[in-house]
């Protein structure tokens, strides 16, 4: 039995309550099944100039590959053209840098989401996030690449004190700062009512997880108000630095191969996206 996803896709970022001016990215495309997340750093506000720059490469390389995928090897294929798209990105932020010194030493975070039939492909550089909402349980599917979580890794940090430290926005990674960028890459079933989060460390950093997953779990809220409220609840903490937010939410369709329904499900994706 095959799937056809159903998507429901909400999204909001915010220059918080301290910062003036935001150097976060969004991107989806219900469509494509694409969410893409980006945080931007530097001076001169070089780093909303990496975080848009980052996800425009990633997403035009992503939408001309996409639709040239075939059946055969399908999975393989997917993770090279998603790690592909977020190298190009680093490749077109070094030379932005190297071209004006204004954009000197800026880069980005990234979280890469695609949705295929009952799978998802998650891609991130950097500590911008992914969380998956199931059976009412939070769980987060990204690792941080920073120093924070390479302390916890090694038993120096114990996790019940990671909100707390000082070095937690230390990344270890991120696009546009080394040609040799490793990208993190993971495959995930999905399960019909599942809700996915991505957001910058803006809303991980004020926000504890538990928060997080009460605010996501009230299932008669809608997803834009989901998003809403949890910016709001970053800000009423603090608000310390940008805030985006994105939440897609799945249910699962079956088909059953080589049905009317199945040639109408080629051309008719259900799909709907709010973005404020």
Not at 247 to 267: D, E, I, M, S, Y
């Amino acid at each position: 039995m095959a799937h056809r996803l159903e998507l429901q896709i909400a999204a909001k970022t915010d220059t918080g309550m301290v910062r003036s001016h935001n150097e976060d990215a969004i991107f989806s495309s219900p469509e494509d099944g694409i969410a893409i997340l980006a945080d931007g750093m530097g001076g001169y506000n070089a780093g909303e100039v990496a975080s848009a720059m980052a996800v425009d490469v990633t997403t035009q390389y992503l939408k001309a590959g996409l639709p040239e995928l075939t059946s055969q090897r399908r999975d393989t294929r997917l993770h090279h053209l998603v790690v592909e798209s977020i190298q190009r990105a680093n490749t077109a932020i070094l030379e932005a840098a190297h071209a004006d010194e204004r954009y000197e030493g800026m880069g980005t975070t990234i979280v890469v989401a695609i949705f295929r039939e009952d799978k998802l492909t998650l891609a991130h550089v950097g500590d911008s996030r992914a969380y998956r909402l199931r059976a009412n349980q939070l769980t987060q599917i990204t690792r941080d690449h920073s120093l924070l979580q390479e302390q916890i890794d090694a038993g120096l940090v114990d996790p019940s004190w990671a909100p707390y430290a000082q070095n937690r926005n230390l990344v270890t990674r991120a696009v546009g700062v080394d040609a040799n960028m490793e990208v993190e890459i993971h495959e995930h079933q999905v399960e019909e009512g599942d809700v996915y989060l991505l957001c910058s460390d803006g809303l991980s950093d004020m926000l504890l997880d538990e928060k997080i997953r009460e605010i996501m779990s009230q299932s008669d809220m809608p997803l834009e108000i989901a998003c809403d409220t949890l910016v709001q609840a970053a800000n009423g903490n603090g608000g310390n630095d940008n805030i985006s937010v994105m939440l897609v939410g799945v249910h699962l369709l079956q088909v059953t191969r080589g049905g009317l329904f199945t040639r109408l499900a080629n051309w008719a994706s259900r799909f709907t996206t709010t973005i404020s």
